[in-house]
């Protein structure tokens, strides 16, 4: 992080959608909102990320997050044979659209492995934090309808 | 079924600009198997609509509702308590089910969101092709159930162009089959090749786009 990020004050919110098989069962203990000085972040279990739906993601955005993390198990290794596959293409269909409307397709991503212990998965929650630092908080936050 | 496509969002922005409240309709039937304008699509492109005309400076609440059938009007009844809620409705049902929310709810001005494209099949997951164009006079009895309005580039009804492609291909689009060529593989496989040259009288394009607007009445099925 730069000197400027941390003088702007901007904490990015970053929700984690990950799938239960992938991590370490102690992991879902750790599970809650956890906020740092650099970011905060919301991890949520999923039963497989084949679950997740461009509609979930969008709406995610569209109620204020700074950016959405979703966790899957690695290529080939997914317990329900394609359901990463079929994640991986929904949030590139996602970012497509986040791409179109100009609020930046980076605030949307996807990481695999196994075994993730529950700070692990706030590693890659600080990852997009990373990412989305550059495009500012989300216009979506505090949306007033006049 | 009838096969739709979203508009570019960028469109739709440009129309919605300035509304304060928007429906957006879904159709539960034809849209929602093509993956346009079902639910799902409903409940995605909220969102995205939200977020990109609160981008534009023109932030706008969307309300979302999705009907069994936008083409039957007891279905489009169900949005009669919603319309005095809203400034604008965009529809993302096929031309047929937006032009019925049009007509019932006049008040309001109705959107398409989508282009409605053709009357297809779903070939594969992600895939339609176009299989009929409602041309009023099937001639898929001669053609071994192949039709060759809508399926042929050129529309071609005795035979194939000089354009078919060594691999059975159309010149047209590589990656489309000639119509013609598998017409007559399937006429060969079943041994009946001279079916094709039997006499076909002129087809009666009267019954197609170019006979103005279509109806068919039944007496017998009327109050």
């Known amino acids: 992080m730069t000197r400027e990020d941390l003088q702007s004050g901007f904490k990015p919110e970053i929700i984690l959608l990950y799938c239960r098989r992938c991590v370490e069962e102690e992991a879902d203990l750790f599970i809650a909102a956890k906020a740092t000085s650099r970011f905060a972040a919301k991890l949520v279990m999923m039963p497989c990320t084949s679950k997740v739906e461009e509609s979930h993601l969008l709406k995610l955005l569209a109620e204020g997050a700074d950016g959405v993390q979703v966790v899957g198990c690695p290529y080939q290794q997914c317990q329900r044979l394609l359901g990463n596959l079929q994640a991986e293409r929904r949030i590139e269909h996602a970012r497509g659209y986040l791409r179109e409307i100009g609020l930046g397709a980076e605030r949307l991503g996807m990481e695999r492995g196994l075994h993730f212990s529950g700070l692990q998965l706030l590693l890659l929650a600080e990852k997009r934090a990373h990412a989305v630092r550059p495009l500012g908080p989300n216009p979506m936050k505090g949306e007033r309808i006049p | ?223």
């Open chain 2, 1 to 223: 079924m009838i096969i739709a496509e979203w508009k570019p969002l960028s469109e739709l922005t440009a129309k919605l600009r300035g509304h304060k409240k928007i429906l957006l309709v879904g159709c539960a039937t034809c849209v929602a198997e093509c993956a346009a304008g079902g639910e799902k699509e409903v409940e995605t492109l909220a969102p995205l609509l939200r977020m990109a005309l609160h981008k534009e400076g023109h932030p706008a609440e969307v309300v979302t509702r999705t009907l069994e059938r936008q083409c039957e009007w007891e279905f489009v009844e169900e949005l009669a308590p919603l319309i005095p809620q809203v400034d604008a409705v965009l529809s993302i049902a096929c031309g047929i089910g937006i032009q019925a929310v049009a007509e019932r709810y006049s008040e309001v001005p109705v959107y398409p969101g989508v282009n409605t494209t053709a009357l297809a099949i779903r070939e594969e997951p992600g895939l339609w092709l176009a299989r009929c164009q409602a041309c009023g006079d099937c001639g898929l009895g001669e053609t071994f159930g192949i039709c060759p309005v809508a399926r042929c580039a050129k529309s071609l009804q005795n035979g194939p162009c000089g354009g078919t492609r060594k691999d059975g291909k159309c010149e047209v689009d590589e990656n489309l089959e000639c119509v013609w060529y598998q017409i007559v593989k399937r006429a060969e496989a079943r041994g009946q090749l001279d079916k094709l040259l039997e006499f076909r009288p002129a087809k009666n394009w009267s019954n197609s786009l170019h006979g103005g607007p279509k109806r068919v009445l039944r007496e017998d099925l009327r109050p």
